[in-house]
């Protein structure tokens, strides 16, 4: 079976600097997908990266980024330029091949100004 | 685009009594919709998946017969929770598929608190 970690229960940043939250999983699907979720306080799930497993290049989105390490089965979220409006949870989530989505236990980011 | 809307918002409700949730996929047709359930500082656990037309799929450990869910149309599914009680009490949350160039995006409704008295 799948399993996605997240081992950093909180991090915080300052404003305008950069921040990198890791996430690792497991599986033994070749093909898949990685997503990154925010879910700020009003509970809404925002999707922020999607990254498929088949392709090497990192996604990218605005100043949001990632570094997908296949082999090493690890997914990692760079936020550039931290804003406030960035403070939320943030949950990685792998895709199956039955496209139900598994969800780490989520990251706490806190940004200071 | 791709809105995904859920009624009520919250609810409380009497222990033994049963309630309805509803979601809507408001500017697409979702032959797929997904039921999460998430408890206060924890994530995300997939509860079933829900074919317009079919029976839901459950995951294991979640019952089936307590909680029901109807895909009756493209655009809509609803979770019951029957015979309610306080351990019911959780923040649901439910996502509709949408096609999206060969492949699919899964869109979240905003979610709805029930609290179980």
């Known amino acids: 079976a799948q399993t996605v970690t997240q081992s950093q229960p909180e991090m915080s940043v300052q404003e305008a600097e950069t921040v990198t939250l890791s996430c690792t999983y497991d599986t033994s699907e070749s093909d898949y997908y990685l997503f990154w979720y925010k879910q700020p306080p009003s509970r809404q799930m925002i999707l922020v990266i999607r990254q498929e497993a088949y392709k090497q290049q990192n996604a990218t989105e605005n100043r949001f980024s990632v570094n997908f390490q296949k082999a090493a089965k690890s997914f990692s979220l760079k936020i550039s330029d931290s804003q406030l409006g960035d403070a939320a949870m943030y949950f990685c989530?792998?895709?199956?091949?039955?496209?139900?989505?598994?969800f780490g236990t989520g990251t706490r980011l806190q940004v200071f100004p | 685009g791709a809105v995904v809307s859920q009624h009520p918002s919250w609810v409380i409700c009497k222990s033994g009594t049963s309630v309805k949730i509803e979601c809507r996929s408001l500017d697409f047709q979702a032959t797929t919709m997904f039921w999460y359930r998430q408890f206060p500082k924890q994530s995300l656990m997939l509860m079933a998946t829900s074919n317009e037309g079919s029976k839901a799929t459950y995951e294991q450990g979640v019952e089936k017969d307590k909680f029901l869910i109807n895909h009756a149309s493209l655009t809509l599914s609803t979770l019951t929770v029957t015979s309610a009680h306080p351990e019911d009490s959780s923040f649901y949350i439910c996502?509709?598929?949408?096609?999206?160039?060969?492949?699919?995006?899964?869109?979240f409704g905003p979610g709805t608190r029930l609290t179980v008295t």
């Open positions: 996502s509709a598929a949408r096609p999206q160039r060969g492949n699919y995006e899964q869109y």
């Open positions: 989530a792998y895709r199956t091949n039955t496209d139900k989505l598994i």
